[in-house]
């Protein structure tokens, strides 16, 4: 069945990079996600990428995708206390007769200043 | 709160209880979805919505009911609550059936 993989913890201490790492199982995924969930808060969507590209760059965020592997991953450059948040990574997967969305389990980003 | 408001903000209930949360967007869009988040677990969906008066089961909709009779509206029904149902429900709306913007959440104990 599909799933999707993400690394529970990741810590780094302000001003790094941080490099979170999901793995999907799914290959016809359309469409991947990355959401913010800070405290209390709801899922902020921070960034997708369509299945055909390899790369997607916005502002700090980097978006890596390799379908072969079926490996994405989110890169923050210049990581901030306010980053410190657990992060989602999500696949759309369309078949015949209707379409899913599938969560990881999130990954949680601790920032030391 | 990306166009998507919840109500309400936090419940406690006993069990055998009912109770019916509210979601509303203010985007127009078709497609609305109500998830449920436990620790440790991705969101699991349990009804989404592909547009006024149309309502379809997701992954966990057993103990669960919903309607949409406007489309800025999805409400999410527990006829009898049990602990189990203890969790951060979520609302989200999307235009297609792709990006999805989520409301802050419901959060729901059943004592």
């Known amino acids: 069945g599909e799933d999707v993989e993400q690394s529970l913890f990741l810590s780094v201490r302000e001003g790094d990079s941080s490099v979170i790492n999901c793995t999907y199982t799914?290959?016809?995924?359309?469409?991947l996600y990355w959401y913010k969930q800070e405290p209390g808060a709801g899922l902020q969507l921070l960034t997708y990428?369509?299945?055909?590209?390899d790369m997607k760059q916005d502002q700090r965020l980097t978006v890596l995708l390799n379908k072969k592997d079926k490996h994405l991953s989110l890169r923050i450059a210049d990581t901030q206390t306010g980053d410190s948040a657990i992060y989602f990574c999500?696949?759309?997967?369309?078949?015949?007769?209707?379409?899913?969305?599938?969560f990881g389990a999130g990954t949680r980003l601790f920032v030391k200043a | 709160n990306a166009g998507v408001t919840q109500t309400p903000k936090f419940r406690v209930l006993k069990t055998g209880q009912s109770m019916t949360l509210l979601c509303a967007q203010d985007m127009n869009h078709e497609y609305m979805y109500w998830y449920r988040q436990d620790p440790g677990m991705g969101l699991r969906l349990i009804h989404y919505?592909?547009?006024?008066?149309?309502?379809a089961k997701g992954e966990v909709p057993d103990g669960y009911n919903v309607s949409r009779l406007k489309k800025q509206n999805f409400l999410l029904g527990l006829e009898s609550a049990a602990p189990s149902q203890t969790s951060v429900y979520f609302c989200?709306?999307?235009?297609?059936?792709?990006?999805?913007?989520f409301g802050p959440g419901t959060r729901l104990l059943v004592l």
């Open positions: 989200a709306r999307s235009y297609s059936w792709e990006t999805q913007y």
């Open positions: 919505s592909v547009g006024e008066g149309t309502t």
């Open positions: 990428i369509f299945s055909n590209m």
């Open positions: 999500a696949e759309s997967i369309r078949y015949t007769g209707g379409f899913k969305t599938i």
């Open positions: 799914d290959s016809s995924s359309t469409y």
